[in-house]
T-cell receptor, first 120, second 110 residues
């Protein structure tokens, strides 16, 4: 169980266009979804925290108008990179989270496979 | 932002040697989690530590949480090539966010 589907896995777009990335928890309802960005050989940087039906909470330095997050249901969150530029090229990865009882006492993050965005 | 430091950044070992990665925080942690990310893959949950001084084992992996809940370690005994990957610790902040350490990339030479 605990499968998180993220797509697309790869996308190449031209500068100035927008790209939408979807993250779905397939077999459980996630109370929260997190969006991370990972640069090559680096750690995962938290971008935003998303709860169903409420506005996302963005980390300091992350432009909310640039990275639009919609959390329409307990199983779906989307990240839209608006007016993408080459510096937005990165690996974006979502994770779904459900507290406690679904997984015993542990509360792990379940990650999607990530989206490699290349902006030309 | 991130409050947990992780060392070393890289570790190259010969197969059969042991490996340890450490995470340190300046603040007391509510809990700490460990993840493994294989090359080209996504992070996969390994363990969660909650109690002061807690020690958990998974086969050749031993996880420890410090008495003050400010540090944690992951030790792998007799590494195998399948252990290759990057190991991250992650702290839960304010019970609603997870910040990851910088990671330790493990390379195991056969």
């Amino acid at each position: 169980g605990a499968v998180v589907s993220q797509h697309p896995s790869r996308v190449i777009c031209k500068s100035g266009t927008s790209v939408k990335i979807e993250c779905r928890s397939l077999d459980f309802q996630a109370t929260t979804m997190f969006w991370y960005r990972q640069f090559p050989k680096q750690s995962l940087m938290l971008m935003a925290t998303s709860n169903e039906g409420s506005k996302a909470t963005y980390e300091q330095g992350v432009e909310k108008d640039k990275f639009l997050i919609n959390h329409a249901s307990l199983t779906l969150s989307t990240l839209t990179v608006t007016s993408a530029h080459p510096e937005d090229s990165s690996f974006y990865i979502c994770s779904a989270f459900a507290r406690d009882s679904l997984f015993g006492i542990d509360s792990p993050l379940h990650f999607g496979n990530g989206t490699r965005l290349t902006v030309t | 932002g991130q409050q947990v430091m992780q060392i070393p950044q890289y570790q190259h070992v010969q197969e059969g040697e042991d490996f340890t990665t450490y995470c340190n925080s300046s603040t007391t942690l509510s809990n700490i989690q460990w993840y493994k990310q294989r090359p080209g893959g996504h992070p996969v949950f390994l363990i969660q530590l909650v109690k002061s001084g807690e020690v958990k084992k998974q086969k050749r992996l031993t996880f420890q949480f410090g008495e003050a809940k400010k540090n944690s370690s992951l030790h792998i005994t007799a590494t195998q090539t399948t252990d290759v990957g990057t190991y991250f610790c992650a702290e839960e902040y304010n019970f609603n966010k997870f910040y990851f350490g910088s990671g330790t990339k493990l390379n195991v030479k056969p």
